[in-house]
């Protein structure tokens, strides 16, 4: 029996040892295919790594999809984009407030949840669901500002744009000016005079 038993502590010790390393490895594929830009071999990676992710718990599966979405939407993938962000609804509402607290703390995950909070918003907002889409985009909003780096975050900028629209449909021009103020003064403040920045301008206009 001893035996059999150490035979299984090794075999198990083993296995994570594999699984940390498999991991490592995808984390490192993942960053060098972000860096030069390969969308569509991103998606690849992940769907031939979906059981480092499926075989842990609720927070790991919740990265996966929201990465999957994340892609998806880079390659305009809506249908896809939003199944996997149906999961991730379905696996948000699973966890209990450490779980979510987890997400929120760790300052990689918490980009994530955030950008996830602001799909939402986004889609509520599409929809007509003006509540629930206010709840989620300021809910994005509470995660992104505790982060050091959030002035620097195009997220984070594009989500001041998003409430300031939000704001303009009701008619509520002091929030809209808060925040496509705010929006302005981070795209002139790092030198990102793009897309968001334009449409900014636009709608501060």
Known sequence: KLHYYLVS???LLFSNVSV???TDTFWNEY???QNTGNKYDIITLL???KILFESSGEIDRFVYYMLLANSQLSINDIGNATKSLSTCTALRERMDSSA?????DDENLNLLLGKYNYLIGYSYFNNGYYQNAETNLLESY???ITR?????LELF???HLQLGLFYIRFNNIPSALRYLRDSKLGSEANLLFDNVYCQTLLMLG
């Open 142 to 144: 509470n995660i992104l």
């Open 157 to 159: 900028r594009t989500l």
């Open 9 to 11: 502590i090794l075999m």
């Open 148 to 152: 050091e780096d959030h002035e620097k």
């Open 31 to 33: 960053e060098r295919l």
């Open 20 to 22: 940390a390393q498999d």
């Open 47 to 49: 769907q031939n790594n």
């Open 100 to 104: 979510l607290q987890i997400l929120k």
